[in-house]
């Protein structure tokens, strides 16, 4: 069985290493336009901050390790055209500009996603960076020394973790975004409203519900970043303002949603015959909502890669959705959340959905130490299934958002939660765990 797979971070590395050890006879060829695997550009705002202490130690894997399994690790190597009918691409060395074809018995489509980059005049300038990859990660590295006014633009999570690093190396930080919240599609208002303020008394400038128009600059270099309802002074700009599927290749060839995403089915099957495709070019089943979402999260695109290698000769092994759970740390704050906020449930969805929430100590007040946590629960007003969650403290309670993954993947309903089996043990907890208690508010 001769294997081509195109792309190779998250997703790609995933399948390539669990194929190899399904498949030890399979012959691999990994085809990259880049000259590295694996990077994990959720950690760029550590290094900035210096937490990593350098963006090298933010790979996992390595083109050298893949070729000790016998892997073919072809980097630098672009793929310009698929012929699914006859089973062949056209392949393109960057160094040398050789182009050649190969072919496949089986194709595995990671193609990840890109920045989406608005057609702004001025948008060329120098210092307007991206930040996604391994050589944005250097340049981000390099442009900060000499920064002075650092403006973000796209107040999602990668831009929020930036705007704190900037700030804790003493940047002037300015966070610009269309929407009226900080991290609003993860979030509801009174959970966005703490980060918010965690920025507010460090100085970082928010500014929110406008949208950027253009870049003005001197010399090539960018100055400013004009909005729609004012102008702020920039040295250097970074674009966060959210990724797309990186499908152009088989635009018109496979089935894809509107944004361009991969349709596959529950065995990481796309439209055509033997190829598969897994990570950021793909939608995935989104379970709160019951539907189909381009949701890219590197905790899918492992998943997502090891199904292929599980059924990349028949199907095994089931895909089964994803809650989009996630979780950040803003100074001294930890939040997390997952499946439907309350606004979003209303916006993309025709549910009908209903809330509780709660404040409640962290553990026992006859322990020497307590913190406050909140919590929210979203559910169905009907049926009492739970869609989602959110929680926030000074302690880390992250976790429990995992907990209420699992909750909504399994189609739970309040009732349940409620009576849910935690255990209680008055260093961690209180008698009634925190899931039970916010699902007891709302019991009839």
């Not at 959720?42 to 937490?51: F, H």
């Not at 965690?198 to 519900?209: D, H, S």
Request: charged fraction near 30%; hydrophobic fraction near 40%.
């Amino acid at each position: 069985m001769k294997v081509i797979v195109v792309g190779c971070t998250h997703a790609g590395t995933s399948a390539v290493v669990n194929l190899k050890l399904l498949h030890p006879k399979a012959q691999v060829t990994v085809y990259e336009k880049n000259d590295n695997i694996s990077f994990l550009s959720c950690g760029i705002a550590l290094s900035v901050g210096k937490i990593v202490t350098e963006p090298e130690k933010l790979f996992y894997n390595s083109p050298e390790n893949l070729a000790k399994d016998g892997i073919v690790t072809k980097m630098k190597h672009e793929v310009l055209e698929i012929d699914f009918e006859n089973k062949k691409v056209k392949v393109k060395d960057l160094v040398t500009n050789e182009e050649y074809d190969d072919v496949y018995d089986k194709l595995i489509l990671t193609l990840g996603s890109w920045p989406i980059v608005p057609n702004l005049e001025g948008i060329d300038l120098e210092n307007i960076l991206l930040c996604k990859n391994y050589n944005h990660a250097k340049i981000i590295d390099e442009k900060k020394v000499d920064s002075k006014n650092v403006v973000i633009i796209g107040a999602g999570y990668i831009g929020v973790e930036l705007a704190e690093a900037f700030e804790r190396l003493g940047k002037c930080v300015t966070l610009i975004d269309a929407e009226e919240r900080i991290m609003s599609k993860y979030l509801d208002k009174e959970f966005s409203d703490i980060a918010e303020e965690e920025f507010t008394k460090r100085g970082i400038k928010l500014v929110l519900g406008e949208k950027v128009v253009k870049f003005e600059g001197n010399k090539g270099k960018v100055e400013k970043v004009i909005t729609d309802k004012g102008e702020y002074e920039g040295d250097l700009v970074i674009l966060c303002i959210g990724f797309r599927p990186n499908t152009k290749i088989i635009e018109g060839k496979l089935e894809t949603l509107k944004n361009g995403a991969i349709i596959i089915d529950d065995y990481m099957r796309t439209s055509k015959k033997d190829v598969f495709a897994a990570g950021d070019c793909c939608m995935v089943r989104y379970n709160p909502a019951k539907d189909n979402r381009y949701i890219p999260l590197a905790t899918n695109a492992v998943r997502m890669g090891m199904l292929i290698a599980r059924n990349i000769e028949k199907p095994i092994l089931k895909y089964m959705g994803t809650q989009g759970t996630s979780g950040i740390k803003i100074y001294d704050v930890s939040i997390a959340s997952t499946g439907l906020t309350y606004e979003s449930a209303k916006a993309t969805t025709k549910l009908e959905v209903d809330t509780v929430t709660i404040h409640e100590n962290n553990r026992p007040e006859f322990m020497p130490t307590y913190e406050d946590v909140m919590v929210k629960l979203v559910f169905e007003k009907n049926t009492k299934r739970i869609i989602g969650g959110q929680i926030a403290s000074k302690v880390d309670m992250t976790e429990f958002m995992n907990t209420l993954s699992v909750v909504i993947q399994n189609n739970m309903t309040i009732e349940e939660l409620a009576m849910t089996d935690f255990f209680f043990q008055p260093h961690f907890n209180k008698p009634w765990g925190i899931l039970n208690s916010v699902a007891l508010k709302k019991i009839d």
